[in-house]
């Protein structure tokens, strides 16, 4: 009789650890939440304690297990998906960190990235990892650890020292120090791997003084990384198959395999990633092109953007003008008038993100008569959130000549019918909404059974996805390009072109 098989999933994020247990239908049947400390030692710096992290996810493993049973008549294997760029700096012989970890917050790195843009490597940078120099990346946090921890550089040059991102820095706990592995996602979010060899570019680490001896084997998401036991937790070792970035997670979680495929997470912003296929394309203007997953063999490259405010915009509403009680309040409102009244609200809260990329740009309503009315402007902030993404996923696939098939969205504001029903309008695509909450861990998962031939085929894993709905675009279009051209023309006028 063949076992069950059932599948330990691990989600370190950025402010906690959720251990996961998942069937091979894809379903969660448990999960437990571990927070740990964020340490803030100086304006602008974040770190994480990567040993409290580390046994944050044995004590949320032994806990996920502790109704299961663990006598060999159910199989267990274990996935991971982790916060990106987040580093760690360790001792190979000691095991233990030189220090913190530098989280992808942190801005410690700034004043090194400053100086290599200054001194004109942007564009090598790019070409090389497609990526823009930027403290957000793990690179600049590796080489200030090196720099500035007593000691580090000597060992470092000696061989004794190991860096790599989260992901890595479990793999290597769990398996006692036998495997020094990342996935090529994370990888690809350093600035040190060449993003068109998928290895370890010598001139990168060499402008980032990092010694190669430093360095993790870069393996495919869908590999077997090495077993564990989580400190004597099971009896018998298991296999940790399956590795990649949260956001790529969430890419292959919501099946995302196939060019012209993106998700987007709605939030307090929003995050925009495309599938751009097999071929290496530069990233339109503030953008970045990383590994979308590797896995079955093919290499799927991805356009990755964020949006500062969306959900945002709705919350400063609320909380701010009081012009609702909640965001649920709005889609009402929005649908109580025919259209916007020539309203448009532009919220540059905090400047313009991607693909506007103007710090300087302020929020603004725009437009108004003395006929507006509160609804106009309600509906007019609901509609900032559909032309954002819009603008966004348009400059991806444009760029690319990639041909849009279908958005795959999750996050609260996917509740609101009409938001999501003028994003289809305007993207001219279906927007589908998944049945998973978590999309990142769920992907790992996905990269788990292809390691070990559960599946054989993106096509059989796609066949297990589960969607609540789908809207497919509905409103005449030459009336959506009306508008779009409005919320286009409002926004030059907001960054003063």
């Known amino acids: 009789m063949k076992k069950t098989h059932k599948i330990i999933a691990i989600d370190q994020s950025t402010s906690a650890t959720k251990a996961m247990l998942f069937t091979e239908q894809l379903e969660m049947v448990k999960r437990i939440n571990k927070p740990h400390q964020q340490y803030y030692p100086k304006p602008g710096w974040v770190e994480h304690d990567a040993e409290e992290i580390y046994n944050n996810v044995i004590a949320g493993v032994q806990e996920l297990l502790m109704d299961q049973p663990t006598d060999g008549t159910v199989e267990y294997s ?27 917050q942190c801005l410690r790195g700034e004043e090194f990235c400053n100086q290599l ?16 120099i930027d403290p957000y990346f793990a690179g600049s ?7 500035n921890v007593e000691g580090a550089r000597e060992e470092a040059e000696k061989g004794n020292l190991l860096m790599g991102t989260i992901d890595c820095w479990l793999v290597w706990k769990l398996t006692e120090g036998k495997s020094h592995a990342t996935d090529v996602t994370n990888a690809s979010r350093t600035l040190l791997m060449n993003i068109h060899t998928l290895q370890w570019d010598e001139e990168l680490l060499k402008l980032f003084t990092i010694p190669a001896s430093m360095m993790p084997q870069i393996l495919p998401c869908d590999s077997i990384y090495g077993t564990t036991t989580f400190e004597g937790t099971l009896p018998e070792p298991i296999e940790i198959a399956g590795v990649l970035g949260d956001s790529h997670g969430a890419l292959a979680g919501q099946m995302c395999f196939e060019e012209g495929l993106g998700k987007a997470t709605y939030g ?23 590994m979308a997953f590797s896995a079955l063999g ?3 490259y991805a356009f990755e953007g964020n949006i500062h405010c969306t959900g945002a ?55 108004m008569s003395l006929a507006t009315t509160r609804a106009h402007v309600l509906r007019a902030a609901l509609e900032s959130i559909a032309y954002q993404v819009n603008d966004l996923i348009k400059a991806m696939t444009e760029q690319a000549g990639v041909s849009l098939k279908e958005i795959r969205v999750d996050g609260g504001p996917t509740k609101n019918a009409f938001l999501m029903q003028l994003q289809a309008d305007c993207l001219g695509v279906s927007v589908n909404c998944s049945d998973v909450e978590e999309a990142s861990a769920l992907g ?32 005449n279009p030459e009336v959506i390009a009306k508008w779009v051209a409005g919320w286009k023309a409002a926004v030059q006028k907001v960054i003063g072109k």
């Open 117 to 132: 843009k200054a001194e004109g490597y942007g564009e090598m940078v790019q070409e090389k990892s497609g990526l823009l």
């Open 268 to 290: 307090t912003g929003s995050s925009v990633m495309v599938n751009i296929g097999e071929q290496f394309s530069k990233a339109p203007q503030g953008l970045v092109t990383s």
């Open 313 to 367: 915009t709705l919350k400063w509403l609320q909380e701010q003008l009081k012009l609702i009680e909640s965001p649920a309040e709005v889609e009402a409102q929005a649908r109580s008038v025919e259209d916007n009244g020539g309203v448009y609200f532009v919220p540059a809260f905090a400047g313009l993100g991607a693909p506007w990329w103007n710090s300087e740009a302020r929020a603004a309503i725009l437009g």
């Open 298 to 300: 093919h290499n799927f």
């Open 78 to 104: 274990l996935a991971i998906t982790n916060q990106r760029e987040t580093v760690v700096v360790w001792n190979k012989n000691t095991g233990k960190p030189i220090a913190h970890a530098v989280v992808w």
């Open 141 to 147: 946090g590796a080489k200030w650890l090196i720099d």
């Open 444 to 475: 790992a998962v996905v990269m788990n059974g292809l390691a070990r031939g559960v599946w054989t085929s993106f096509d059989e894993v796609a066949a297990l996805r589960r969607s609540r709905w789908t809207r497919t675009p509905q409103a």
